[in-house]
């Protein structure tokens, strides 16, 4: 739905990745990116995540993470991908 618009860190093989993402989104800090998404009812973290030298390896400053599990729909993923597009509409791109 993002194609090259959303980077996700981690295996690209999906099934040693596990529910847990980390990702930047367009040109919009992780940290905006996190707050839409509170104001949307989706939660995530946005940061470095206790993994400072690893941002700096994959050259971010930071990443948002988010956590899918058992407990979490479609409608959930929806909400997310929402937010996403508010995201753009927020800050122009």
């Known amino acids: 739905r993002f194609g090259d ?8 093989d999906v099934e040693l990745r596990g529910g847990v ?3 930047t989104f367009r040109d919009i800090h992780p940290h905006d990116v996190s ?16 993994a400072k030298p690893l941002m700096q ?3 971010v400053n930071a ?5 899918i599990y058992l407990y979490n729909d479609t ?3 929806d909400a997310l991908a929402d937010g996403l597009n508010d995201a753009t509409d927020i800050f122009g791109l």
Not at 5 to 12: E, Q
């Open 5 to 12: 618009d959303i980077t996700i860190y981690g295996p690209d």
């Open 21 to 23: 993402f980390s990702f």
């Open 35 to 50: 707050q839409v998404l509170d104001e949307r009812n989706v939660c995530v973290r946005a940061g470095h995540h206790c």
């Open 57 to 59: 390896s994959l050259g």
């Open 63 to 67: 990443t948002t993470r988010a956590s």
């Open 75 to 77: 409608a959930d993923i």
